[in-house]
């Protein structure tokens, strides 16, 4: 099945300067790769996500890359702001077993130092 | 209803005791999931359900596990006889073509 290696576990920027966390995927038929983050006390909240027809995606301070041929993709993260500390899990389908059933990394606690 | 919804948010169980977990998900929503979090992990699928079908209950990890979406909608995690390894929340997720949109989980705790 879909292995997905998430790093690092823990990051700490400050305010203002740049995030980025890295995933790689094991299963080449994954298409489609989303980001969460998950604050204390709630579900994971969908942030972005890319399809693998294509390599890079914006959302205002939030991008992801994705690398095919490498089997990686990353999340970026500019201007960081104090609400941005939460924990991101990447995210990968497994569309061979026929439903959009996702592989989860294992999280990277984001911490912003005012 | 805006979002997907779960109840109850807490629930402690004594080891033994069946516990039934409540997802309303996000009305038209075809496709729902079932996962599993440990405390400090990243969620883990448990089942998925079209419809009301139950089309992948690949990653139960036991019998004791069981889930129904018997009219498409709302649907039910089971537990029979908890056990202490069961203790993590549950999350349950919908979604109408990939994008999956998770409720803010029931936290099971077994003493």
């Known amino acids: 099945g879909e292995n997905v290696e998430q790093h690092p576990s823990t990051l700490s920027v400050q305010e203002g300067d740049s995030a980025v966390i890295k995933c790689t995927y094991s299963?080449?038929?994954?298409?489609?790769f989303p980001w969460y983050k998950q604050e204390l006390g709630k579900g994971p909240q969908l942030i972005i996500d890319?399809?693998?027809?294509?390599g890079e995606k914006k959302d205002q301070r939030i991008a992801v890359t994705l690398n095919k041929t490498a089997k990686h993709f990353s999340l970026h993260i500019t201007e960081t702001q104090p609400e941005d500390s939460a924990v991101y899990f990447c995210?990968?389908?497994?569309?061979?077993?026929?439903?959009?059933?996702?592989?989860f990394g294992t999280g990277t606690r984001l911490t912003i130092i005012p | 209803g805006a979002g997907v919804s779960q109840s109850p948010r807490y629930k402690v169980a004594k080891r033994g005791q069946d516990v039934a977990l409540r997802c309303d998900p996000i009305?038209?929503?075809?496709?729902l999931f079932w996962y599993q979090q440990a405390l400090g992990q990243g969620p883990e699928f448990l089942t998925y359900?079209?419809?009301?079908?139950?089309?992948?209950k690949s990653g139960l990890p036991s019998d004791r596990f069981f889930a129904e979406r018997p009219e498409g909608s709302v649907s039910t995690l089971k537990i029979q006889r908890t056990q202490q390894e069961d203790s993590a929340v549950y999350l349950c997720?919908?979604?109408?073509?990939?994008?999956?949109?998770f409720g803010q989980g029931t936290r099971l705790t077994v003493v």
């Open positions: 997720a919908s979604s109408l073509a990939q994008e999956a949109f």
């Open positions: 299963d080449s038929a994954s298409n489609y």
């Open positions: 995210a990968a389908n497994a569309p061979n077993f026929g439903n959009e059933k996702l592989t």
């Open positions: 009305s038209g929503h075809v496709s």
């Open positions: 359900f079209q419809n009301e079908a139950q089309l992948d």
């Open positions: 890319i399809r693998s027809n294509v």
